[in-house]
């Protein structure tokens, strides 16, 4: 299950191989600041493209919900419901009740904090999937799932209660998400989707008594790790969980690529007796070219306290650098005209492209053309054409991928 903050990052998910996509809407969703929810006009093309492609479209409508939200959570359930979306994902009871009066199948967030087998029976009464804690441990997890075999607990649907858990991407100090930091500093409320991360800045201590102050060094004291199951994917799905959420509805569209891509050959690899060190070094290699804050396993192996980042924002050891727009495609031999619009594009170059249909292309400069003529070296300015792997769109992005 991968992340989808706009079209190419859908599309990007889709190349990537995941199963199912979810997505915001509106401002009823936890990443309600990003600029890139969608809207309920986008409902109907994201359903279709979904269906294309046989995948499942999950919207996440999971925050806090008050008296002057209900309009609008009723707007989007019925509208995700007349277009065939697959599922909401939702943690307030409003939004979990009126979905079922409308039929909607519903998956139940991260948000409820879902630790135990009493709360998946309480929930089984209005969901089939459902999300675990992120604090839980491997152990635990796959007491509830035998749990949930062994006394045949079952959803709506009539068949036994799925259960989903994260397997990559951001972690909150605070359990499942539920802080109040950015609420007390800003009154940006992180329940609200309106988080301002302030938890992951430098902090100093101050010895109240005497005015001393100390600075924290090499470590981001309430800005954990990203979480990163590749190591032990294998032990994971043995617990008996159903659905790998990948975390991301705020990053770039090479990232949805790169790690759903990673989490699909893993899960494959898993599946057919492959799964070895070497291919995790091969994935962790990959998900370590895009946005990351460093990575530990989480508390999925029992650890009790967080691993902490020594660094403020993406520890990728690769980065991409904006070279311009593309401007035509010639289908019958597979290239892009392009415009140069700042840097300059070397043969050799790393490239990526990226958009709203093309999702994205990644593949080396190996001929650059002006005019018909092979070039070495394109500088600012000038219109030029290059051999890509797949077809691509007016105005899709051109950019040149380089060591962080």
Known sequence: MAPAGNFESMMAAIQGGADSVYFGIEQLNMRARATMNFTLEDL??????CNQHGVKSYITLNTILYDHDLSLMRRIVDEAASQGISAIIASDQAAIGYARSKGMPVHISTQVNISNIETIKFYA???????????????????IT?????????????????????????????ISGKCYLSLHTHNSSANRGVCIQNCRRQYEVKDRDEGHEFHIENEYIMSPKDLNTLPFLDQLLDTGIDVLKVEGRGR??????????????G???????????????????????????????????GKKLGEWSDTYGSKATTKKVYLGKSLH???????????MESHKLNKGDKLLITGPVTGVLEFTADEIRVDDQPVDTIEQGVSFSLKVPDKVRPSDKLYKIVDA
């Open 146 to 174: 035998q749990t949930i075999e062994r006394e045949k607990i079952t959803g709506p649907s009539g068949e036994l209660v799925r259960i989903e858990v994260f397997a990559h991407g951001a972690l909150c100090m605070a």
């Open 329 to 339: 495609y010639f289908p019958r031999v597979h290239v892009g005209e392009f415009k």
């Open 44 to 49: 109907g093309e994201i359903a279709r493209i």
């Open 252 to 265: 770039a569209p090479e990232y949805v690529k790169a790690v759903t891509q990673a989490y699909r050959q």
């Open 267 to 301: 899960i494959d690899s898993v599946l057919e007796g492959t799964f070895t060190p070497a291919k995790v070094d091969g994935w962790m290699s990959e998900v370590e070219k895009v946005y990351n804050r460093g990575f530990w396993g989480g508390y999925y192996l």
């Open 125 to 143: 009464l209005f969901a089939d999937v459902m999300v675990l804690a992120r604090e839980l441990s491997m152990i635990q997890m796959r007491e």
